[in-house]
């Protein structure tokens, strides 16, 4: 395995985002769908040129176009359904998102073909399919995948420097005594945790459930019956635990480093270099707290 690792590009084992259901699944398959129908209209391949009027090719590209859409959410959405460790965020990466396009695209080709077979535009022969489908890949997954490693260079560069600022102000920044005691309640009778502040790395979100790591065992999570949000209103009075994702709430007294890649930021936390995820929407209340503390010390 590592020996056939060797001859692809290092580029395709880099992470990339994946793409989850709803709005950004829609929106994806939406792009793709639109950039088919374009390609189709302006350069007119398969004959398509030679159509008058334009608006009898607008509407057939138009048509293909749709095909493309819900052929691809449908793909996408079964797939996620039928794999879903193979979809897991952390594990995404830029060959398997290219891969992922190559399936989303025969399928769009096989769609296509039957489409165009039940209009009588088409026999049912093989080389006729086969001809579909390296067809539909040329006008379809060659842009997408190309773009893929385009917008894979624009998120790691961006990442990159937003992770290099951060770390800058980070060991700038002046470490707070943390010597409070912190009472974390569940909903379920007498479920609370008790910590302290020094000890408290980060509260996870898991479904019904909140996931809360210590430095004490930071490879096991103490389970409480709540809402991350919940928790965050206990937590509100502590500065230093901040909201860095949807998902996390963490301690940044305890970040010992930041990272970078296509994915995001990461903020790697203890001797365990544990890595938490820092969304765009949370990145600025982030950096605010280091800039503040700085300026306050």
């Known amino acids: 395995m590592n020996s056939i690792k060797n001859y692809i590009p290092k580029i395709f084992f880099s992470p990339y985002p994946s793409v989850k259901k709803g709005v950004e699944q829609l929106r994806q398959a939406a792009t793709v769908g639109i950039l088919v129908a374009l390609i ?20 057939i590209c138009v048509t293909f176009g749709g095909i493309t859409i819900a052929t691809v959410l449908a793909t996408h959405y079964i797939a996620i359904l039928s794999f879903p460790s193979f979809f897991k965020s952390e594990n995404w990466n830029v060959g398997k ?11 769009v080709g096989s769609a296509n073909f039957i489409f165009v ?13 086969l001809l579909m489908q390296l067809s539909t890949l040329a006008v379809g997954a060659l842009p997408v995948g190309i773009l893929t490693i385009i917008r894979h260079n624009r998120l790691l560069r961006n990442s990159l420097r937003d ?4 770390d800058d102000l980070r060991s700038k920044h002046k470490r707070e ?8 309640s569940g909903s379920n009778r007498d479920e609370e945790l008790h910590t302290s502040l020094d000890e408290l790395l980060f509260v996870r979100a898991e479904g019904n459930y909140v996931e809360i790591y210590t430095s004490l065992n930071s490879n096991r999570a103490h389970l409480l019956r709540s809402t ?38 990461r903020l790697v936390l203890g001797p365990d270099d544990l890595k938490i995820p820092v969304s765009r929407t949370y990145l600025q209340t982030v950096q605010s707290y280091l800039k503040n503390s700085d300026l306050s010390s």
């Open 40 to 59: 189709l209209f302006f350069v007119g391949p398969f004959g398509l040129n030679t159509l008058q009027p334009d608006a009898l090719k607008a509407a």
């Open 97 to 107: 998102n290219i891969g992922m396009t190559l399936i989303h695209f025969f399928m």
């Open 117 to 129: 077979w039940s209009k009588g535009w088409s026999e049912m022969k093989l080389d006729l399919f």
């Open 163 to 166: 992770a290099q600022k951060l």
């Open 177 to 184: 005594k943390q010597t409070d005691t912190i009472v974390l």
């Open 228 to 265: 991350l949000s919940s928790i965050e209103d206990t937590l509100q009075f502590y500065p230093q635990l901040i909201r860095s994702h949807r998902s996390y709430i963490v301690n940044i007294e305890k970040v010992e480093g930041i990272q970078g890649n296509a994915q995001g930021l």
